[in-house]
C-alpha cells in the first residue's frame, strides 16, 4: 500500500445515533410527554400566574454567623463539617464542594418544573463523553419568566454572595436546564475552561417521596480524586444524590474531576439548573491543556513464536483468492469484518477460557477522563487464549495483514512493522472517550475481534481527523452540564452529519480490520445499564498495526 496515497475510511452507513447529534426535540415529543404525566402528580398552586412566585436565596444563607461560618470554612479546606442551623456541608476532598439544602427561601421547584414542561425546547445531546437533554441558556429564555427570574437571582443575590465566601471575583453567571432520563450520563471531565471559575449544579425532584434519590436511582454527581500527575482514578470517591431544592457549588481546578453517574429509573427525570460563575482566566486552565492522555505502547513482532495458521484460522482465509478479495475490499473501503475468523472450536474453546478461568488476571484501564475496561495481563495467559494473543504478535500474521492490505508489514519492503495488542473486558459502565491517545499519529491498521460478544457492548465509532478540533474544549465542556449551543450550530450539525466513517458493532468470531489515516480518532460507546449483558462480560482483542 503506497504511503503516498494512504486510505481514509469511508463512512458506513448504519441505523444508529449519529456521533455529536443535536436535535430539538419538540414540547409533544420525546421527554415531555412522561413529563407531562408526571406533572400531573404536582399540586401546583390553582390560578396562581408567574408574577406571583418568588425566587430568592433563603435568608438563612444571608445571616453574618451562618455567611462567616461558609467563609471560614471554605478558607480552611475542611475536610469535612457540617453548619448546624442550615446543614449546609463542605468537603475539602478530593476537591472543594459545597452543598446547600433548602436553597429557595420559598421551595418554589414545582413551578420551575412546571415551566420546564410547558415551555422549555430540549436538545437531544449525544457524544462519547454524555447522553442527556439540554435547553439552551437562559439568558435566551425569555418566554420562561420563572427560569429568566432564577438566573437574574443568581446574578443579583447569589453572585456577590459567594464572591464573599470563596474570595474570588465572579463577573458574570451562564446557566441552562440539564434533563437526564433512564440511561443517560455524563462521564468524567474537570469543567476546566478559559474563565471559569465555581461550576454549580440546582436540583429539582418535588415529586412526592422523590424529593431525594436513592443510589438505586442513579444521576450522583461523583466525585473524583487524582493522582499526582492530575489524572481521575477509580473508584469513585464521593457520591452526591440528587436532592430537591439543593444547590451545589465547587471550584473548578486541574483536579475537579466529577461525572454524573448514570440515570437506572425509569420513573422520575433528573432536572437541574447548572453552570459556572465566571470570572478572570483560571489559573489552572493553561498547565491543564498541555496535560496528554497515555497512548499505548507498540512492539516488534515475536520472531520467537511460529503458530500454524491451519490449525487456528477457518480455512476460507488461507486461499489465495479469498486474500485477494479482502485486499480489493480493502482498497476500496478502508474496512472489512472477517466473519468466523477462527476455527469454531478455538473460539468456543477461548471464550470459555476467558468467562471461567480465574487465573486470569485483570485490571482497570485509565485514567477515569479517558478509559474505565479492563485489561488482561498478557503473562497470565495460557491454553487457547495464549494461543491467540501469540498469533496476533507473530511474523505469521504480520504476513497475512499484508496479503490482506499490501501494507509493508513483512518481508524484504519491511522496515520497522510495529503492534500493540490488548485483550479487553467490557461489562457495564465500562467507556472510552475521544482524546490525545487514540488519535492516529500515523496511518494505522486496526483489528477488532469480539468473544462473547453482546449488543450495545464495545461499539467502536470511527471519527473523520477534523473531529478531534471540533471538540477539543470537551474535557472542560460541562458540568451536570451545559454544553455552549450558541454558536453556528446548524454548521456543527451539519459536519458531524459527516463525522461518523464507520462504526463497528459486536459480533462474536468477526475480526473487523480498519485502516485509519493520520488524524483518524475512535471512542468505545458507553455501556448503558440497559444493555444485556446475560451471558457475561464482552471480551474484545484489540490490536493496531503501523510499517
Known sequence: MEETSPMKPKRKDNTEDKTGEETAVPNSDGPQKKLA???????????????????????????????????????????STTEETTGAQ???????????????????????????????????????????YQSTDLSNMLECRLLTNFLQMLRKQVRPWLEEITNLKLDYVSASCSMYSCGDYLLVHDDLLKDRQIAFIYYLSPWQGVEEWSAEQGGC????????????????????????????FFKVGSRSFHQVGEVTTFDYPRLTINGWFHGATNEAFAADS??????????????????????LLNDVYLKAATRRSIQKRIEENSEICLYEFFK???????RAQLLNDESLSWRRQGPANAHNYEVMDLDTAKGTVQELLQLFRSNAMFQLLRDFTDLDLYGVDAITP???????????????????????????????????????????????????????????LDT?????????????????????????????????????CEGTTKFTKYVSRNTPLDKGPVFVISCSYRE
Open 221 to 248: 454527581l461523583e466525585i473524583f480524586s487524582s493522582d499526582e500527575q492530575c489524572y481521575p482514578q477509580f473508584p469513585v470517591q464521593r457520591k452526591i444524590a440528587p436532592k430537591n431544592n439543593q444547590f451545589a
Open 418 to 476: 510495529t503492534c500493540s495488542v490488548e485483550l479487553q473486558r467490557w461489562s457495564h459502565g465500562n467507556y472510552t472517550v475521544l482524546g490525545d491517545g487514540l488519535v492516529s499519529e500515523e496511518n494505522t491498521l486496526d483489528l477488532v475481534y469480539y468473544l462473547n460478544a453482546a449488543e450495545g457492548a464495545a461499539v467502536i465509532t470511527y471519527l473523520s481527523p477534523d473531529v478531534e478540533q471540533r471538540t477539543a474544549h470537551r474535557n472542560g
Open 37 to 79: 404525566r408526571l406533572n400531573e402528580s404536582l399540586e401546583t398552586a390553582s390560578g396562581a400566574g408567574d408574577a406571583d412566585v418568588q425566587l430568592a436565596l433563603n435568608k438563612a444563607y444571608q445571616q453574618k454567623d451562618v455567611t462567616q461560618w461558609l467563609q471560614s470554612a471554605w478558607a480552611k479546606q475542611a475536610a
Open 290 to 311: 498541555s496535560r496528554a492522555f497515555p497512548r499505548p505502547s507498540y512492539l516488534q513482532p515475536n520472531v520467537n513464536n511460529n503458530p500454524r495458521l491451519g490449525l
Open 480 to 516: 451536570d452540564q451545559s454544553i455552549d449551543n450558541t454558536d453556528d450550530t446548524e454548521d456543527d450539525e451539519e459536519c458531524q452529519d459527516d463525522s461518523v466513517l464507520l462504526t463497528i458493532t459486536p459480533v462474536d468470531n468477526a475480526l473487523n480490520i480498519v485502516y485509519r
Open 90 to 132: 463542605i468537603y475539602g476532598e478530593p476537591f472543594q464542594i459545597s452543598l446547600l439544602p433548602s436553597f429557595l427561601e420559598t421551595d418554589n421547584t414545582r413551578a420551575l418544573v412546571d415551566e420546564m414542561i410547558n415551555k422549555v425546547h430540549w436538545s437531544r445531546k449525544q457524544m462519547d463523553l454524555y447522553e442527556f
Open 344 to 350: 469454531r472450536e478455538k473460539f468456543e474453546l477461548a
